[in-house]
């Protein structure tokens, strides 16, 4: 247990260190009509991806080189930043709140270090992550303060789960 939150926590400030600000401009841009329903019975696609069947998802990459897609999670669409360099799937408080997690049942017991220093985080479990066809039951994540974390960053406890992900031709190959 000790190890895996060792192993969180240098992703996150690998992840801190590389993309702090690119994501928060990104996560914090107007969001689009498609992109601002939040119900389970939205009928926005789960995704805004180049290509998406029952297997697969093809994310092409931003003018960065950076890998966004609508996910819905809990039944609710959330736009994240895929990055490798993230041990789990990382959401703030707003962001928890939105997905359906109580902010008074969250714990803040494991520490993170970012590029702003370290902070406290809340160990949580998504009931459902969905991007296309790929369906994720029970996936880990952390909860930060909402001055941490603008979004929601999807790290290898999302990734970890599929058959495959490769990047190639600039875009990012999610496999079920």
């Given at each position: 247990?000790?190890?895996?939150?060792?192993?969180f926590?240098?992703?996150?400030?690998?992840?801190?260190?590389?993309?702090?600000?690119?994501?928060?401009?990104?996560?914090?841009?107007?969001?689009?009509?498609?992109?601002?329903?939040t119900?389970?019975?939205?009928?926005?696609?789960?995704?805004?991806?180049?290509?998406?069947?029952?297997?697969?998802?093809?994310?092409?990459?931003?003018?960065?080189?950076?890998?966004?897609?609508?996910?819905?999670?809990?039944?609710r669409?959330?736009?994240?930043?895929?990055?490798?360099?993230?041990?789990?799937?990382?959401?703030?408080?707003?962001?928890?709140?939105?997905?359906?997690?109580?902010?008074?049942?969250?714990?803040?017991?494991?520490?993170?270090r970012?590029?702003?220093?370290?902070?406290?985080?809340?160990?949580?479990?998504?009931?459902?992550?969905?991007?296309g066809?790929?369906?994720?039951?029970?996936?880990?994540?952390?909860?930060?303060?909402?001055k941490?974390?603008?979004?929601?960053?999807?790290?290898?406890?999302?990734?970890?789960?599929?058959?495959?992900?490769?990047?190639?031709d600039?875009?990012?190959?999610?496999?079920?």
């Amino acid at each position: 247990m000790f190890g895996r939150l060792l192993t969180f926590a240098g992703g996150i400030a690998v992840a801190a260190l590389v993309i702090p600000d690119l994501a928060s401009s990104y996560l914090s841009r107007p969001e689009t009509a498609a992109t601002s329903k939040t119900g389970a019975n939205s009928s926005v696609p789960a995704t805004t991806a180049k290509y998406a069947s029952a297997k697969g998802v093809v994310l092409e990459a931003d003018r960065s080189g950076h890998f966004f897609g609508t996910f819905r999670i809990n039944g609710r669409i959330e736009r994240g930043l895929v990055d490798t360099g993230a041990s789990t799937i990382a959401i703030n408080v707003s962001t928890a709140r939105r997905l359906g997690l109580s902010a008074g049942a969250l714990t803040f017991n494991a520490r993170v270090r970012t590029a702003n220093g370290d902070v406290d985080a809340a160990p949580a479990k998504l009931t459902r992550v969905e991007i296309g066809g790929i369906s994720l039951h029970d996936v880990d994540a952390l909860v930060l303060p909402d001055k941490a974390l603008s979004g929601m960053l999807v790290g290898m406890s999302f990734l970890s789960r599929l058959s495959s992900y490769r990047v190639e031709d600039g875009a990012l190959h999610l496999v079920r």
